[in-house]
């Protein structure tokens, strides 16, 4: 287990190092077309990375996400105001998967039915199964609802995507020759890594900022930038994603730990990273919205670091950051309930159910 911020990071940039997640050895890396980035490495990864890159520049998130997050973040809040309130997972898991849904290319399906199926999907569960029965009953369950997942939702958006590409994820694998379970394993990689991360930020981020008076105000009077930071301080004491594995493809004579021998595998825990005094600075468990301008704000790997570093970092970011903007300037907006929190083994990460947000009704129109 590596804690230490320096060495994680220098694990995570090495050359030397691969990925390690169980799941990876499943993969025909003859066929690296066909692997979802995350799971390839060396010149493989650096192909395939090259070749997603478009879908996360500054261009593509200003000119065409950025609209999307504002557009849905308007209908989402129009009927959060209209009701009085609602679920602040179920929400912001709209928002995500919305945003996501575009730069993948799954938009041949019913948005808000497609979020309820990737969250039966990819949540853990209240009480994880216990027992052989259990567990093969509850993988059969998991399998079936991915099934929904691929008929419903993935089936469609290739049909759409074989009549009229577009540029986006599914295109490009078609264009490649993928095939059906190629293209709903990709889709499995972008649900998991940019839609349930980001809807467990966002009520992360709004439960902080609902909770601190001083922070929430900061972030409402501050500029893009100073919201931005905020959201990151917030991001660093809380990673979404718990660990990130490697191994050792080779020897490396010299590290931060000293000689490493070739194979060595290890669990880089992010929380105890980020928390590192030495790279954040004093009082490392304290949420400080001045720590970015103090020279740490690079200071976590929530996001990662090196060649896997999250492409959707901006977007998480910026889809964040305009929709808790708009909902906490809500007229008589309040955390009614805090969130109830999980913990989700297969992704380490924390999964926050049930907070409910409340506010006024709109007054209605005088005739
Ligand atoms: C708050 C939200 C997010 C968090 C905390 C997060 C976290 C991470 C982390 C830690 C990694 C690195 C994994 C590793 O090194 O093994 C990663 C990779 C990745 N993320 Fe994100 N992510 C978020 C949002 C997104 C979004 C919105 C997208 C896309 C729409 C996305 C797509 C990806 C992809 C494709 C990779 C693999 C990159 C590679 O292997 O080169 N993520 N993410």
């Given at each position: 287990m590596v804690e230490s911020f320096a060495f994680g990071r220098e694990i995570l940039r090495s050359p030397s190092m691969r990925q390690a997640m169980d799941v990876g050895d499943r993969f025909d890396l003859n066929h690296p077309d066909t692997v979802p980035v995350i799971f390839l490495d060396g010149e493989q990864h650096r192909r395939k990375r090259t070749a997603i890159a478009k879908f996360f520049t500054p261009k593509a998130v200003g000119t065409h996400y950025l609209g999307v997050m504002e557009r849905v973040t308007g209908t989402l809040l129009a009927d959060l105001q209209a009701a009085g309130g609602g679920r602040l997972d179920v929400v912001s898991l709209e928002l995500a998967v919305a945003v996501a849904s575009e730069i993948v290319g799954l938009t041949a399906s019913d948005r808000a039915a497609m979020s309820r199926r990737i969250s039966a999907s990819f949540s853990s569960g209240r009480r994880p199964p216990r027992g052989r029965l259990a567990k093969a009953v509850s993988g059969a369950i998991a399998g079936l609802r991915l099934l929904r997942f691929f008929y419903f939702d993935v089936r469609p958006a290739i049909g759409a995507r074989r009549k009229a590409r577009g540029t986006d994820v599914i295109s490009q694998l078609l264009d490649l020759g993928a095939s059906d379970s190629a293209i709903l394993i990709e889709c499995i990689v972008y649900a998991s890594a940019g839609m349930i991360t980001t809807r467990e930020f966002i009520v992360m981020a709004a439960w902080h900022l609902f909770e601190r008076d001083e922070v929430r105000s900061r972030f409402l009077e501050g500029n893009e930038g100073a919201q931005l930071a905020i959201l990151e301080e917030i991001l660093r004491l809380e990673p979404v994603a718990g660990m990130v594995y490697r191994k050792a493809?080779?020897?490396?004579?010299?590290?931060e730990a000293g000689p490493l021998a070739a194979g060595r595998r290890f669990a880089i825990d992010i929380r105890a990273a980020n928390s590192d005094e030495a790279a954040v600075?004093?009082?490392?468990h304290a949420l400080d919205p001045e720590r970015a301008g103090q020279g740490k704000a690079g200071g976590h790997l929530s996001f990662g670091d090196g060649p896997h570093r999250c492409p959707g970092a901006p977007v998480a970011l910026q889809e964040t950051r305009i929709f808790l903007d708009r909902l906490l300037r809500l007229p008589g907006v309040a955390l009614e309930r805090a969130p109830d929190m999980y913990w989700n083994a297969t992704l380490m990460s924390y999964e926050l159910r049930n907070a409910v947000v409340t506010c006024e009704r709109p007054a209605p129109l005088e005739r």
């Open positions: 493809a080779e020897d490396m004579p010299r590290s600075g004093p009082c490392p």
